[in-house]
Each structure stands twice: as structure tokens, then as C-alpha cells.
């Protein structure tokens, strides 16, 4: 049941400098927006969300950020090359609200793309901010509106959309907007900026976690957030704002492989 599916990279986007986006058949009918896959390259096997889900052509996509030794060797495969799947695992997303608005940074942005598109397409108004620290490393803008998804862009140096964070252009928006459900996933110190107006706002969300992963399936308690003790490949990656409230290392730390906690 856990053993990895060989299958082969049937296509790869560039999508930035430092992300690129793998196509894979694989029948995507129990895939979930917000649930991840174990991705093996026979060497090594790390936690990836899932950022294309097509049942039409039977396919998923990976989008990979190149950040350490794992991640550039993924980079360096073509077309044909051979990976391990494992998945899909954990708790995603549920579509709640019928006007939802989705926070993405950086890489965060993969689940959220998934997301998006599965909301929209069952009609749910679903607008996206996508932020990134520079124009060239924005995400997704382009596919997004492509599926008639209001995209919003934010770079921290101003070179496109808004200048400044997510959660700047995200207290702007809210203020215009009606927004009864919102979604996210980026680094945790802006998911802690999105959980802190949410709160204010009493506005339901739905948060999406990264800890170290090594099973991917509940078995090896690596991934366990402190005092609730939920493990974030089952119970999360995907937590409601009600949970996240119960999770008291939320933006302050998180384990390496061995366990040793690091600031946020
Ligand atoms: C649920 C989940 C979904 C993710 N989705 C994506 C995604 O869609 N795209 C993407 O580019 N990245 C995603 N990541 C992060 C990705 O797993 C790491 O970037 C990758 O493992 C880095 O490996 P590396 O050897 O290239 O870099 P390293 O130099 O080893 O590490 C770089 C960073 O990645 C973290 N990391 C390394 N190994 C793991 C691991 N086994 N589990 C969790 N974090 C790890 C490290 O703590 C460090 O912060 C996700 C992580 C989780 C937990
Ligand atoms: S990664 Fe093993 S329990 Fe979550």
C-alpha cells in the first residue's frame, strides 16, 4: 500500500528560475487539493504537494523549488526520467464559503494553484494573492486567470502587483471584500500574519503546515506538532483556524530531521 509507483516525468514547466513544475500519469480520482505525495529518487525521498490535479488527462503535477541537494537533483531530470510516487497522503483542503480567499507565498503557492482550480470549477468564487519576493519568482499568475481566477500579485521589492507583503495587500483586500473563507500556505511567519488577522477578523481559514517528513504516513511521529501532538502527514498538512489556535509552536519553532527545534 506504501510502496512507491515508478512512473516517468511526462512533462516538465519552467515556471521560475528556481521552480519547475513535473507532469505525471497518474490517476488523480482520490487526490485532494493540499495533499502531498513522497517523491523518490531512488537516493532520497522528500514531501511535495500535489499543484496540478487533472482528471480529464489523467495527470498530476509536482512544482519543485530548487533549495538543497534533493531538490537539485530533481531539477536535473528530463523528460522520460524515472521517479518514485508515494501518495496522495494527509488531510487537504475542504471547500468551505462560497467567496474564499487564497494567501499564497512562494512555493506555498502549489497546494493553493490545486486548490483554486478544483474551487473554481465548482463554482465557488475563489481570488488568489500570490506574493514572492521579486517579479521573476512569482507563481502561477498566468494559469490561474487563464481558469477565471482574480490573481493578485505582491513582490517584497515592488517589481510587480502590490509592493510589500501578502498579508499588507491582504488586510487591504479584506476591507473592500466579503470574504467568508480563507486558505494558505507559505512560509509560517506570514501564515502566522494571516492567523493574526483572521482572528481579528473572525473569518475561518484553513492553514497548511510543513514539517520534517520521513514516512509520510503516520508511523515514524516525526512530523508531531508539540502539546496536541497531531502529526502533520495525517491530521494535517491542512488545519482549520480552530486547530491552529491549539498548536502552541505556530510561528515560533519547528524540529530538523533529528528533532532539535529552530526558530521561525
Ligand atoms: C507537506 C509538505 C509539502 C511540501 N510541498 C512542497 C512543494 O510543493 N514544493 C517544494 O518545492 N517543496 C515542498 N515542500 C518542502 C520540500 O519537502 C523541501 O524543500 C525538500 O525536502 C528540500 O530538500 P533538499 O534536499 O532539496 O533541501 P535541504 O537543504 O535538505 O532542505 C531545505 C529545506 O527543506 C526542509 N526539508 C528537507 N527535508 C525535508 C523533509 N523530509 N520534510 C520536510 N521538510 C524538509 C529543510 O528543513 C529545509 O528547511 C513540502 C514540505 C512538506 C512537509
Ligand atoms: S512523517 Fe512519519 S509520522 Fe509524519
Known sequence: MHSPQI???????????????????????????????????FEDEKPM????????????????RKVGPFTEAIHSLQVGD?????????HGFE????????????IGMAPLAAFATDARSKGVTVDVISAATTKDEL?????????????YACTDDGSFG??????????????????????????????KGVFDIIDKLKIPAQ????RYMKCGFGLCGQCCVDN????????????????VRLISEFGKYKRDASGIKHKI
Open 228 to 243: 496536541v501532538g497531531w502529526r502533520v502527514c495525517v491530521e494535517g498538512p491542512v488545519f482549520s483556524s480552530d486547530d
Open 49 to 64: 504537494s500535489i499543484s496540478i490535479i487533472d482528471t480529464i488527462k489523467d495527470e498530476i503535477g509536482i512544482s519543485i
Open 7 to 41: 512512473v516517468e516525468i511526462k512533462k516538465i514547466i519552467n515556471e521560475t528560475k528556481t521552480v519547475k513544475t513535473f507532469i505525471f500519469d497518474f490517476p488523480p480520482k482520490n487526490v485532494k487539493p493540499g495533499q502531498f505525495m513522497m517523491v523518490w529518487n
Open 82 to 90: 524515472k521517479l518514485g510516487l508515494r501518495g496522495p497522503y494527509g
Open 162 to 191: 502590490f509592493c510589500g507583503f501578502a498579508t499588507e495587500f491582504m488586510e487591504k483586500i479584506l476591507q473592500e471584500n466579503d470574504y467568508d473563507h480563507v486558505v494558505t500556505c507559505g512560509p509560517e511567519i506570514m501564515m
Open 207 to 210: 492553514f497548511s503546515f510543513e
Open 139 to 151: 507563481l502561477f499568475m498566468n494559469s490561474l486567470k487563464s481558469t477565471d481566477i482574480t490573481a
Open 95 to 106: 471547500i468551505k464559503g462560497s467567496k474564499i480567499l487564497a494567501v499564497g507565498g512562494g
